[in-house]
């Protein structure tokens, strides 16, 4: 297998759910190397759950989430802990810590999972801030920076242990077109400049053609994956008519 066509992130026949209720049933999909991948669905088909088992933050009823090769599920340990620092993770709200200033934020991982000096640790943090665009904002607190601004810091800090994938929930929700569609294009940057994996969450059907190179859309009457593929072919050669007009924006 090549560099470019190597598998970072695979759903092996998942059933995910709460107290043995299946949410979605028997989920199969892989997603390659450098590749924004986006999970799509109406309200309810189970998005946010599926996320939330890919990230290890619940155990599956059955079936097994592998990172780079190694399952997340089986793993225990010290075993877990690296393959849990080989991603990072963007969440709706950003989760910055509001008595911290933008760099500090940015460095708890490195703070956390290293032994770097300070000085290192500082140069990293704003290595990644750079990297977003926020060089110039790494002393503010998250209350004196606009959504997107607070967005970006928390891709800086999610990219701070150099991981391989990243996961993102909902990463245009509460962002104006214009701020959202910056944060498409540095989505597609880190994406094509530092192979990273993208996995995103979203509804925001505009962010999904401008940076998905594949789709799922998720069907909650069945519980399974209705549609794979890339979003733009779906929207015109999908072969559930729903789907279609799921990515078009008709109403049914």
């Known amino acids: 297998m090549t560099i470019e066509a190597k598998i970072m992130v695979e759903a092996r026949d998942l059933t995910v759910g709460y107290?043995?209720?299946?949410?979605?049933?028997?989920?199969?999909?892989?997603?390659?190397?450098?590749?924004?991948?986006?999970?799509?669905?109406?309200?309810?088909?189970?998005k946010s759950t599926l996320l939330k088992h890919l990230i290890g933050l619940y155990q599956p009823i059955a079936g097994d989430v592998l990172i780079a090769g190694?399952?997340?599920?089986?793993?225990?340990?010290?075993?877990?802990?690296?393959?849990?620092?080989?991603?990072?993770?963007?969440?709706?709200?950003?989760?910055l810590f509001g008595s911290l200033?933008?760099?500090?934020?940015?460095?708890?991982?490195?703070?956390?999972?290293?032994?770097?000096?300070?000085?290192?640790?500082?140069?990293?943090?704003?290595?990644?801030?750079r990297l977003v665009g926020l060089a110039s904002a790494a002393t503010r607190l998250p209350a004196d920076l606009s959504g997107g601004m607070q967005k970006r810091a928390g891709i800086a800090r999610a990219i701070v242990m150099d991981p391989c994938v990243l996961f993102l929930?909902?990463?245009?929700?509460?962002?104006?077109?214009?701020?959202?569609?910056?944060?498409?294009?540095?989505?597609?940057?880190?994406?094509?400049?530092?192979?990273?994996?993208?996995?995103m969450v979203?509804?925001?059907?505009?962010?999904?053609?401008?940076?998905?190179?594949?789709?799922?859309v998720l069907d909650p009457r069945t519980r399974a994956i209705a549609a794979e593929g890339p979003p733009a072919w779906l929207r015109d050669n999908a072969e559930q008519h729903w789907v279609r007009q799921f990515l078009n924006r008709e109403v049914t």
């Open 19 to 46: 107290a043995e209720r299946a949410v979605l049933e028997r989920i199969n999909f892989q997603v390659r190397r450098g590749e924004v991948f986006a999970i799509l669905g109406a309200s309810g088909s189970g």
């Open 70 to 95: 190694a399952s997340l599920v089986n793993a225990e340990g010290d075993e877990r802990l690296r393959l849990l620092q080989k991603f990072g993770v963007l969440y709706q709200g950003g989760a």
């Open 101 to 129: 200033t933008t760099v500090e934020n940015v460095r708890l991982p490195l703070d956390e999972f290293t032994d770097l000096s300070e000085m290192a640790k500082d140069l990293i943090a704003l290595s990644k801030l």
């Open 169 to 199: 929930d909902e990463p245009s929700a509460g962002l104006d077109p214009i701020t959202s569609a910056e944060l498409d294009a540095l989505i597609r940057e880190l994406a094509r400049g530092l192979g990273i994996t993208f996995v």
């Open 202 to 216: 979203t509804h925001e059907l505009a962010s999904i053609f401008s940076v998905a190179d594949r789709v799922v």
